[in-house]
């Protein structure tokens, strides 16, 4: 490893000094940028509006589900389109969109590089996840979707989310091919920041579960239009998508806010994370055990659903259980280092640890899911966890722009604004959840199999206000979301935060806010996980002993 | 020495091979089935086994890469190319192909599900980005200069695109003066025709006759009048061609028009 030692000056160097062509303006500075800050913050802006109709969707099902006899909002056939709409758009239009848009953004600036892998491939992606999205949308305007009833509209949906899928692959390409390789010299993978180290191992998950799904559809599509339609129809179709809202999928999507989680805390404890490693493995851990593409519900040749072979099965059993390990692992960590450190209460530490408590809340319902003789599975308990999960990963998202608004925006967000919205996103969500596990637990199907149908007659009445109650939920973490993004929006008034307003300790906190083309003019030599943090103090240790 | 990278593909390996063999024997596998992929005994659900035994390849695959490329440090970048420093990243400049892009992935999903003639454009609007996307990717690493290199780039693209370009928007401003044409009468198409080459006569003059008028302002008009020939062109489109075509026909050749020239001495011998 002598070249390591060598040439390190001069590497900084180069990989500090790029030379980029002269930044777009006017319309090119959004439509044409391959500035991998603007197409995240394209993605990041997009998507909350897709998380605040998916949401208002949600509040609406559940209203509905409150009279299972009477009450009419859509109707019996509409409200299972809307349930499917609702809980496409929280995961492809919503959650997913929203954390690779906060990667493409942030992770270049965390790993020292000048820009991601592929921005070209970024903006494209973006489009085409727009545009998709958009035909998704359109699908079930017409009567399409999963339950529709106009064959096209239903191809619709289904072409509509392969290419949302093709899209969400290629960004997560580009972010995972900018940590493995776009790196600054001195910065290890094992030195990598968290949040970056999270969308490298997660990414991989991402990319190894979304070409499935991608084909599992391309097949159902072929059925629908070409096929004997074994795979059930159009009402077949969200039997195809569903798994992803399950565990183990689910739970990789929560995977980087586990990472953006890990990055904020030691900034407001003012130490160093604990166990750094640790954390690293945990969060893999996390990722590994959330590749879940094997536990689809299966096809008979005659249309029926298949019984799905895993459920109460050793893997999945297992899968639950160890899923609670990386959490408490990394919570345990999180704790440590909050405790020995001083801290400093700001809104992205509040949000974090709000979205934090409901991911866990959620990974523990799993374990719950999994002892066959509780009979949670097929059940809105299922729903509840999802809520819990995507929602509390929605959170920490939240905090995590939050965090980040410097290096995306130039400016901090207002504090109340960013406080309430997160807060209000996480009791909605608290709520949501918890409701529709305890309607899960007295026997409520999931809305796709029945709904209330199963349910004792004697605690039908306790079903439908919880599923009330749930939809109330969904409407607050709405509303939550709109203020979020008025949060975003509104931006702190003044002069910029600096570049460094949290004493950060990663890279990005070594550049301006908003960071200029090609981001660093110099970089600080990376000798640990946390280069900014060390620099400091050496800083304030050379200062010391020169006064002294 | 196994890098940090290459234990995360490999553990992600291991737990996929382990999840392999325990889902194949608990989905009705036996024997070896489960750990030699069929090899000696059945494998369980086909669906499920096979998903975690390509999980498990491809995860150590890439740990095996991983390894190789010791995780492509900086350092060992720039050892493997022989040079001192790591090659630099340059930003990518501004460009409209991603959008384009998107344009053309609407195109095949929508053409996918109604209109093959839409997939097939879409196609062709798709392969287009990839070739301008990847002479610009090529050209943008041709020097050091960015503007020597959107020199390189046009250079060797604007030959194809301006003719391309030129024709495309002809047969746009053909087709929309065709379906404008189509929906009125035919009387009122001859002076609306006549009417447009007046203007276009005109603006031509009053261009020309100013020989230092602003570029933006040239290419301002003709961007308004290519939006308002081709709102023309589909408003006609969506508006007019079928009632145009029946009201001609029941005016010329009455109610059974259709059979059109052929038939026209048999409704002139039974007017007698």
Redesign the interface.
């Known amino acids: 490893?002598t070249?390591?030692e060598?040439?390190?000056d001069?590497?900084l160097?180069?990989?500090a000094?790029?030379?980029?062509?002269?930044p777009?303006t006017g319309l090119?500075?959004v439509?044409?940028?391959?500035?991998p800050r603007t197409i995240g913050k394209l993605f990041v802006g997009t998507s909350l509006l897709f998380l605040i109709a998916s949401a208002v969707v949600g509040s609406l099902v559940g209203i509905e589900q409150y009279d299972t006899a009477g009450t009419e909002i859509f109707g019996a056939d509409t409200t299972l389109r809307m349930f499917t709409l609702q809980a496409t758009g929280l995961l492809f239009l919503g959650v997913l969109p929203l954390l690779v848009g906060l990667a493409t953004a942030i992770v270049p600036l965390q790993v020292g590089?000048?820009?991601v892998a592929f921005?070209?491939a970024s903006?494209?992606a973006?489009?085409?996840w727009?545009?998709?999205s958009?035909?998704v949308l359109a699908s079930y305007a017409i009567d399409g979707g999963p339950f529709g009833t106009e064959p096209?509209a239903v191809?619709?949906y289904i072409?509509?989310l392969i290419?949302v899928l093709v899209?969400l692959a290629v960004a997560t390409v580009s972010v995972v091919t900018t940590v493995?390789?776009?790196?600054?010299?001195?910065?290890?993978?094992?030195r990598t920041p968290l949040f970056s180290w999270s969308m490298?191992?997660g990414g991989?998950?991402w990319l190894?579960t979304l070409p499935?799904l991608a084909g599992v559809l391309l097949v159902t599509y072929l059925d629908l239009?070409y096929g004997e339609q074994f795979l059930g129809g159009s009402g077949g179709v969200w039997n195809r998508v569903a798994w992803t809202l399950w565990q183990p999928t689910l739970y990789v999507v929560a995977v980087p806010a586990l990472g953006i989680i890990a990055d904020i805390v030691p900034v407001f404890a003012r130490r160093r994370h604990q166990r750094h490693r640790s954390a690293?493995f945990l969060i893999?851990?996390a990722?590994?055990?959330g590749?879940g593409?094997?536990?689809?519900l299966?096809a008979t040749i005659d249309g029926s659903d298949a019984p799905a072979?895993?459920i109460n099965?050793?893997?999945w059993q297992?899968?639950g259980f160890l899923a609670v390990v990386p959490v408490l692992g990394l919570l345990g960590l999180w704790t440590g280092t909050l405790g020995r450190g001083k801290v400093k209460l700001g809104t992205p530490l509040i949000l974090a640890g709000m979205g934090g408590l409901l991911v866990f809340l959620g990974v523990a319902a799993g374990a719950a899911t999994v002892i066959g003789e509780l009979d949670l599975s097929g059940t809105t308990w299922m729903t509840g966890q999802t809520t819990l999960v995507l929602l509390g990963t929605l959170v920490v998202a939240l905090g995590g722009v939050a965090f980040w608004a410097p290096k995306l925006y130039g400016k901090l967000l207002p504090d109340v604004l960013s406080r309430l919205g997160g807060t209000l996103v996480f009791l909605g969500a608290l709520v949501a959840g918890i409701a529709l596990a305890v309607a899960g637990a007295l026997s409520q199907s999931r809305l796709v199999t029945g709904g209330a149908t199963a349910v004792d007659s004697g605690d039908l009445d306790t079903v439908e206000t919880l599923n009330l109650v749930s939809g109330i939920g969904l409407g607050v973490a709405a509303l939550g979301l709109v203020v979020a993004a008025l949060a975003m929006a509104k931006r702190r008034s003044g002069d910029g935060p600096g570049d460094d307003p949290w004493d950060g300790h990663t890279l990005e906190w070594a550049t301006s806010s908003p960071p200029a083309?090609?981001h660093f003019a110099t970089l600080p030599a990376i000798t640990s996980e946390a280069p900014v943090y060390d620099a400091r103090h050496a800083a304030a240790a050379s200062k010391t002993e020169a006064s002294a | 020495m196994i890098?940090?990278?290459s234990k995360?593909?490999f553990?992600?390996g291991f737990?996929?091979l382990v999840?392999a063999a325990?889902?194949g024997w608990?989905?009705?596998g036996n024997g070896l089935g489960p750990l030699t992929a069929g090899y000696k005994g059945g494998v369980?659900?086909h669906?499920?086994?096979g998903?975690?035994l390509a999980?498990a390849v491809?995860?150590i695959f890439?740990g095996a890469v991983?390894t190789a490329a010791r995780?492509?440090?900086?350092?060992?970048?720039?050892?493997v190319a022989g040079t001192?420093?790591?090659?630099?990243?340059?930003?990518?400049?501004?460009?409209?192909?991603?959008?384009v892009?998107?344009?053309g992935?609407?195109l095949?999903?929508?053409g996918?599900?109604?209109e093959p003639l839409l997939f097939v454009f879409g196609l062709i609007v798709v392969g287009i980005?990839l070739v301008e996307?990847a002479v610009?990717?090529w050209a943008d690493r041709a020097t050091?200069?960015?503007e020597t290199?959107r020199r390189i780039r046009n250079r060797l693209m604007n030959p194809i695109e301006y003719p391309a370009a030129g024709a495309l928007a002809l047969a746009v401003v053909a087709l929309a003066f065709a379906q404008v044409f189509l929906a009125l009468s035919a009387e009122v198409a001859v002076w609306v025709a006549l009417a447009a080459a007046v203007v276009i006569v005109a603006a031509g003059f009053l261009i020309a006759s100013r020989p230092r008028i602003s570029s933006n302002v040239v290419v301002g008009v003709l961007v308004v009048g290519a939006l308002i020939v081709i709102g023309l062109g589909v408003a006609g489109g969506v508006a007019g061609t079928r009632e145009f075509h029946e009201h001609e026909e029941e005016s010329d050749h009455g109610a059974e028009g259709a059979l059109a020239p052929l038939a026209a001495p048999a409704v002139v011998e039974v007017a007698r």
């Open positions: 490893m070249v390591t060598a040439p390190r001069a590497a160097e180069a990989a000094a790029p030379s980029p062509s002269a777009p090119a500075a439509v044409g940028s391959g500035d590089a000048a820009t921005p070209r903006a494209a973006y489009w085409v727009l545009v998709s958009g035909l096209e191809s619709l072409a509509g290419a899209a493995a390789t776009l790196r600054a010299p001195g910065m290890s993978l094992r490298l191992v991989s998950v190894l499935v239009r690293m893999g851990l990722a590994a055990l590749f593409a094997w536990a689809q299966g072979v895993w099965e050793a893997p297992a899968v083309v090609g | 890098t940090t990278g995360w593909f553990g992600l737990v996929s999840l325990a889902y608990t989905t009705g369980g659900d669906f499920g086994y998903i975690l999980a491809i995860s890439l991983a995780d492509a440090d900086a350092e060992v970048v720039a050892q001192d420093t790591v090659p630099p990243v340059t930003p990518a400049g501004a460009s409209y192909w991603p959008p892009a998107g344009f992935a609407a095949i999903v929508i996918l599900v109604s980005v996307w610009q990717a050091g200069d960015p290199n």
